[in-house]
């Protein structure tokens, strides 16, 4: 029995050993192929769902700048229309007025018409005074005597010119009523476009924020990793992403100040190279002088006859020969006078006290939510939270970016000291302006975002910044 076992053991060792190798067969080259497939494909979709969810950032940012824009046409509808309703009133006040001095045109008029059916149509100041009724009528002749003078003329010249005026008046009320109405129309007008593009944003946000967590969710999967890793990998790549272009901005702005530097020097008018005109030498100069012999003193005579003398000839002078001048002597060339420096800029005023002010205030506000149309106190959209800001310091701004890019002095984004407006446009001009924020120091901003965002202080976003910003 003891045999058999053992036989029966070792028969199923060496099974064991002959079907092992079997086991541990070595893979092929379509094996490693097939891995190597699919890890190339997980590598290709993971660099696919990577530019998606760039795609994903760009998108949102794009919407939240339409919906910039859109307030931004909402505001300045609003400024217009508020700028209608003061025309108006302006137009109102003056017709009241204008009507009222036709009535005391009408009036006067009217009097002197009268006076005169009761003169028998003579006007003169004497019957006005014999034939009043009373103290208080020959006053009220006298009046009209030293307001019309001796002739009724003066009175319809007084009447047609207010009449004139009543009807200029009218017109100009008639018309700022018309253009308020207009304005009031666009107002209503923006107001329902950008309830369209903030529905359209949000709608676009929330899209983005399904579509961003699924393509994390599959990224995790791909990596063996979570979605909260690879949420916050993705968050590190936009940062990067963001540096890199805010960067690029930034150059881009310094570049853009030293070609309007170059091009205003290269515009101003240089004075002219050519030097004055200097007297030129006199082609005949002044001959020297002739000398003038002097005559040797006769010595006296004795009384004794002196022999006859001769007379000696005084020698004839031989004037000095003036060199005369040669022709062909080439004149000295003037040097050029050096170019003259251009005037340096005038400094721009240093941080104004106002814009301290406005910044100190603006800062209690952080934290309070964006919403597009609004100008405090629990809300603000960029455009209301500066102009609530420089209300504080006394300042009254106007309601849009765009006006308040016309207010103060205007500096360099270079050289902004804290509490200057700097602006952001879409076509890199001063027409396409859609943002405004209030620069803080050391590389900071303070602003009202965009929707679903609070009022937040944040580094410097250089991406269409205009070069000029405005201190007041």
């Known amino acids: 029995m003891r045999p058999r076992r053992l036989l029966a053991i070792g028969a199923t060792a060496l099974a064991g050993i002959l079907v092992a190798p079997a086991a541990l067969a070595v893979p092929s080259e379509d094996d490693i192929d097939a891995v190597r497939g ?25 919407a939240m700048e339409r919906v910039q824009v859109a307030a931004e046409k909402y505001n300045s509808a609003q400024e217009a229309l508020n700028e209608a309703e003061a025309e108006a009133k302006d137009a109102q006040d003056e017709l009241t007025d204008a009507l009222a001095d036709l009535d005391e045109a009408r009036a006067l008029v009217a009097g002197i018409a009268t006076s005169a059916y009761r003169n028998g149509g003579n006007f003169s100041q004497l019957s006005l005074f014999l034939e009043s009724d009373g103290i208080s009528e020959a006053i009220s002749s006298a009046n009209t005597y030293s307001i019309l003078g001796t002739h009724a003329d003066g009175a319809e010249q007084q ?9 200029t008046a009218k017109e100009r009320a008639d018309e700022a009523v018309a253009d308020q109405e207009t304005a009031a129309e666009e107002l209503k007008s923006a107001h329902a476009q950008t309830t369209l593009e903030a529905e359209a944003a949000q709608e676009a946000m929330d899209a983005t924020s399904a579509e961003r967590d699924a393509l994390l969710g599959r990224l995790a999967d791909l990596r063996n990793t979570t979605v ?14 963001r540096e890199r272009e ?41 001959s020297s002088p002739s000398a003038t012999p002097t005559s040797s003193p006769s010595p006296s005579q004795t009384s004794s006859p002196s022999p006859t003398q001769t007379a000696t000839p005084s020698p004839t002078p031989t004037s000095t ?7 062909d002597a080439p004149k000295p060339k003037p040097k050029p006078k050096p170019k003259p420096k251009p005037d340096p800029k005038p400094k721009p005023p240093e941080s104004s006290s106002a814009g301290a002010t406005a910044l100190a205030w603006a800062k209690t506000q952080i934290g309070k939510p964006y919403v597009w149309g609004s100008a405090g106190p629990n809300s603000y959209d960029c455009s209301g939270l500066t ?61 009202a975002p965009s929707p679903g965002k609070t009022v937040e202080l944040v580094p410097m976003w250089w991406a269409n910044v205009l070069p000029s910003a405005v201190r007041i």
């Open 38 to 62: 699919e890890a190339e494909e997980t590598r290709a979709l993971v660099s696919e769902i990577e530019v998606d969810l760039a795609r994903t950032s760009a998108d949102y940012d794009a």
């Open 159 to 167: 009447l047609d010119a207010a009449t004139l005026a009543a009807d």
């Open 228 to 241: 909260e890793m690879e949420q916050e990998r993705q968050e590190h790549l936009d940062e990067q992403r």
């Open 246 to 286: 805010n960067r690029a901005a930034q150059a881009e702005a310094e570049r853009a100040e030293q070609q309007q530097e170059e091009e205003a020097e290269q515009a101003s008018p240089e004075p002219s190279s050519e030097p004055s005109s200097e007297p030129s030498p006199s082609s005949s100069p002044s």
């Open 321 to 327: 020969p003036s060199p005369s001048p040669t022709a």
């Open 387 to 447: 102009m609530a800001a420089f209300a504080q310091a006394g300042v009254n701004l106007p309601r849009s970016s765009g006006a308040q890019y016309n207010v103060g002095t205007k500096v360099s984004v270079n050289n902004m000291k804290p509490g200057d407006l700097f602006f952001y446009s879409n076509n890199g001009s001063p027409s396409g302006i859609y943002h405004v924020a209030i620069y803080a120091g050391n590389g900071m901003r303070l602003h």
